[in-house]
């Protein structure tokens, strides 16, 4: 099923670089460029790749990351927590918050949206859908893409955004490549929503103890 899913995803990725070389693809916004380090050849998000895990004692959730002790992760300095993997160009960064009313999926999308100042009509949607999870949260998931013609770039997305009660769980990766590393970004989009949102878990003081996994250092993104 996975994979039918990522040949899906390949064709939808490829019908948009076809339009990103003809020149006709979306411009790309003012918003900051993640610029780590230049991405290695061999891709590090196999799913076959041991999740390492972070627990968030700030946002209360369990986040399942592939090549876990790569990625810097700072969970105090933003609203947000933001983890980096240089070594494949992507940031991860992930917020729960109280809404203040009753939360839907699609509340805590448009507060997500505007929290992270994106505006998605300069998104192309290539895939969405409805799950539900963490435990009883009602989310939506989005991949989406961005292409800048100038700098010959594309900008991979996915999005998660959960309700529950008054609660909003939401998730953002972004994950940037050339044209020619389409196969790879798509692969990532799928480990991410495969992954990272379904293996994210929430405190539950009454569950049954986990098994022991692998921690993550919590490390600040500036000197």
């Given at each position: 099923?996975a994979?039918?899913?990522?040949?899906?995803?390949?064709?939808?990725?490829?019908?948009?670089?076809?339009?990103?070389?003809?020149?006709?693809?979306?411009?790309?916004?003012?918003?900051?460029?993640?610029?780590?380090?230049?991405?290695?050849?061999?891709?590090?998000?196999a799913?076959?790749?041991?999740?390492a895990?972070?627990?968030?004692?700030?946002?209360?959730v369990?986040?399942?990351?592939?090549?876990?002790?790569a990625?810097?992760?700072?969970?105090?300095a933003?609203t947000?927590l933001?983890?980096?993997?240089?070594?494949?160009?992507?940031?991860l960064?992930?917020?729960?918050?109280?809404?203040g009313?009753?939360?839907s999926?699609?509340?805590?999308?448009?507060?997500?949206?505007?929290?992270?100042?994106i505006?998605?009509?300069t998104?192309?949607?290539?895939?969405?859908?409805?799950?539900?999870?963490?435990?009883?949260?009602?989310?939506?998931?989005?991949?989406?893409?961005?292409a800048?013609?100038e700098?010959?770039?594309?900008?991979a997305?996915?999005f998660?955004?959960?309700?529950?009660?008054?609660?909003c769980?939401?998730?953002h990766?972004?994950t940037?490549?050339?044209?020619?590393?389409?196969?790879?970004?798509?692969?990532r989009l799928?480990?991410?929503?495969?992954?990272?949102w379904?293996?994210?878990?929430?405190d539950?003081?009454?569950a049954?103890?986990?098994?022991k996994?692998?921690?993550?250092?919590?490390?600040?993104l500036t000197p």
């Amino acid at each position: 099923m996975a994979h039918a899913r990522l040949d899906k995803l390949n064709l939808r990725l490829a019908a948009l670089v076809l339009t990103f070389a003809s020149g006709c693809g979306p411009r790309e916004g003012d918003r900051t460029a993640l610029r780590p380090e230049a991405a290695p050849n061999r891709e590090v998000f196999a799913p076959e790749r041991i999740l390492a895990h972070f627990h968030s004692k700030r946002f209360l959730v369990t986040l399942a990351l592939p090549d876990g002790r790569a990625w810097q992760i700072n969970d105090h300095a933003k609203t947000r927590l933001v983890a980096v993997h240089a070594r494949t160009q992507t940031q991860l960064e992930l917020e729960a918050f109280d809404l203040g009313e009753l939360a839907s999926r699609q509340k805590c999308r448009d507060a997500a949206f505007s929290r992270l100042e994106i505006d998605p009509r300069t998104h192309s949607v290539i895939e969405q859908a409805v799950v539900v999870g963490p435990e009883a949260y009602d989310a939506e998931l989005q991949s989406t893409l961005e292409a800048s013609r100038e700098k010959q770039e594309i900008r991979a997305h996915f999005f998660a955004f959960a309700g529950f009660l008054r609660h909003c769980i939401t998730m953002h990766v972004v994950t940037i490549g050339k044209p020619e590393t389409l196969e790879t970004l798509s692969d990532r989009l799928v480990t991410f929503r495969t992954q990272v949102w379904a293996h994210l878990e929430v405190d539950d003081f009454l569950a049954v103890p986990r098994e022991k996994r692998t921690p993550i250092r919590d490390e600040s993104l500036t000197p």
